[in-house]
């Protein structure tokens, strides 16, 4: 069992599998960043608002001695709140996200493509061809 278990972990698709893992939390920092750092604040300049995660809709009373304008001391008195800021936000780091790793996938497959055409060796009208040639020499 133990064996069994070592060749399942030595495959090349569980390998495969963290490295995506790794690669993808990596991934995910960087356009965290870019929309918090870049995008965002871009879009905020453009709606006139500094903060846009910050942009919210009040549900419910707001409890005494709790800000009513900061998003997260509502969050964390428990006041109900759209927080639809912090959704766009989101949704497009999930953009952001997506759209480059369609474009690995998109670059890899053609890769293999390549890899695969150049395995395959000549056609067999290049080889039709090369035969043609040579009875044309004798």
């Known amino acids: 069992m133990l064996s069994e278990f070592k060749d399942f972990i030595l495959k090349g698709n569980v390998l495969d599998l963290a ?15 870019l929309t918090e750092d870049v ?4 879009v905020s300049a453009i709606a006139g608002t500094p903060d846009f995660s910050n942009m919210f809709i009040l549900l419910g ?3 005494d001695g709790v800000n009513a304008t ?3 001391a509502l969050k964390a008195a ?11 936000t989101v ?11 369609f474009m690995i996938v998109r670059y890899a497959n053609k890769v293999m493509k390549k890899a695969e055409e150049a395995d395959a060796g000549p ?7 090369e035969i043609r040639d040579e009875l044309k020499k004798s």
């Open 19 to 33: 490295v995506a893992v790794i690669i993808g939390a990596a991934f995910a920092t960087i356009t965290t960043s």
């Open 39 to 42: 995008i965002m604040p871009l």
């Open 61 to 63: 009373a707001v409890p």
């Open 70 to 72: 900061d998003y997260a």
């Open 78 to 88: 428990g006041v109900p709140m759209l927080g639809w800021g912090q959704f766009l």
């Open 91 to 101: 949704v497009i780091n999930f953009v952001i996200l997506a759209f480059i790793i």
């Open 123 to 129: 056609s067999e009208i290049d080889l039709l061809t």
